[in-house]
């Protein structure tokens, strides 16, 4: 067999943006913005400027193609969201009280945000935690007697309770050991 070695990676992003009309009125989504990133090349991040979508009626399975048909649905999408881990909680609670609360709108503000409504979180700490710790760290202890979430007091708490009042409360969450 042989071996090939992959000499440069060029990445296309296609931001969907919607064209703006005039007036202030809502756009359609009938054309793509193009970034193009090439290694080794002066194309990083480079905006190739807009491509109109095209009709397309039975693709060339040469080429690879992603296709929606709005009437056909394979599963149900649960929500949208992001992690509460140490990591993000503990950075989070560093931030200047105005830089916390552009945060928060911008990604749980269900108008002027990113609306998350699906959220996880671990169980214990995980690999993007400041330490290693569980919340039965007394061996045996099967009736959890000594079961505690102080680790998570300081940090994460507050910084899901803060993403809930911005939710308006509809956040569900997803926890992982």
Known sequence: MKK????SVILVLALFVPVKQSH????????????????S?????????????EPLE?????????LIDDDVTFQTIEGFGGAFTD???????????????QF????????????????RTTIHSCDYSDEMYTYAEVEGDKKLKHFTIEHDLPYRIPMIRAAMDVSGGELRFFASP
């Open 58 to 66: 039975q693709p060339d399975e040469n080429y690879p193609a992603i």
């Open 4 to 7: 090939m070695r992959i000499r």
């Open 104 to 119: 928060l709108k911008a990604c749980f503000d269900p108008v002027e945000g990113n609306a998350y409504n699906l959220c």
């Open 87 to 101: 990591a993000a909680a503990i950075t989070f609670g560093k931030l200047p009280e105005e830089e916390r609360a």
């Open 41 to 53: 090349t002066n194309q990083l991040l480079h905006d190739a400027g807009f491509r109109a979508f």
């Open 24 to 39: 202030g009125q809502q756009g359609d989504f009938s054309e793509a913005r193009i970034i193009v990133t090439a290694e």
